[in-house]
């Protein structure tokens, strides 16, 4: 079945490093992706890895996907307070022409 | 000018009353979708159409209709209004390449039934 979990808060220092962890149940994914939601604004696509990938780094962002543990997670290192927001991963199963969102996490910065 | 835009942002209405939530886009993509998004619970999918003769029930349909009256605009109705039925109900569009499906999201309406 499909069943995408994240943790619901993080909170960081500015500066630090961000971990955002997500896990998901079905083995037939293709695509996984990280969305990010700002305050009062719908969701936008921050990166995504196609499920043959381990890791993708794009500036500031690394993604890393365990395929055998059904693991995905986001970093974001120098984290700033415009990173504030809620971080959604979501999955593209093979077959059906949807996505599978979790349950999103807050990811809280402060000064 | 947006690419997904949703009318009206916010919405206050009574139980029993028919809503309709409106969407727009200009992407010309052929997959529209709607979703409603509750605190710990994410985004669940309501219903979605890959083109106009096309529209197929989502995980959370129950309480709700949709039209795609054309390429451009998917309306999503709530016929009696319940109070579980508030939420934040965002559209989206896709122009799927493959299993590569990124979607492109409205700024949301925010629905409160009393």
């Known amino acids: 079945g499909e069943d995408v979990e994240q943790s619901l808060f993080l909170s960081v220092r500015e500066g630090d490093s961000s971990v955002i962890n997500c896990t998901y149940t079905d083995s037939s994914s293709t695509y996984l992706y990280w969305y990010k939601q700002e305050p009062g604004a719908g969701l936008q696509l921050l990166t995504y890895i196609f499920s043959n990938m381990d890791m993708k780094q794009d500036q500031r962002l690394t993604v890393l996907l365990n395929k055998k543990d059904k693991h995905l997670s986001l970093r974001i290192a120098d984290t700033q307070t415009g990173d504030s927001a809620i971080y959604f991963c979501a999955e593209t199963v093979t077959g059906f022409q949807k996505l599978v969102f979790g349950t999103g996490t807050r990811l809280l910065v402060s000064p | 000018d947006a690419d997904v835009t949703q009318t009206p942002r916010n919405r206050i209405t009574k139980t029993g009353k028919r809503i309709m939530l409106e969407c727009s886009q200009t992407k010309g993509h052929d997959r529209m979708y709607w979703y409603r998004q509750d605190p710990g619970l994410g985004l669940r999918l309501i219903y979605y159409?890959?083109?106009?003769?096309?529209?197929n029930k989502g995980e959370i349909s129950d309480g709700y209709s949709v039209s795609r009256q054309a390429q451009a605009k998917f309306s999503l109705s709530l016929e009696s209004a319940i109070p579980n039925q508030t939420a934040l109900y965002f559209c989206a569009t896709s122009g799927m390449r493959g299993e590569y499906n990124e979607q492109f999201f409205g700024p949301g309406t925010r629905l409160t039934v009393l």
């Open positions: 159409s890959f083109d106009v003769k096309d529209i």
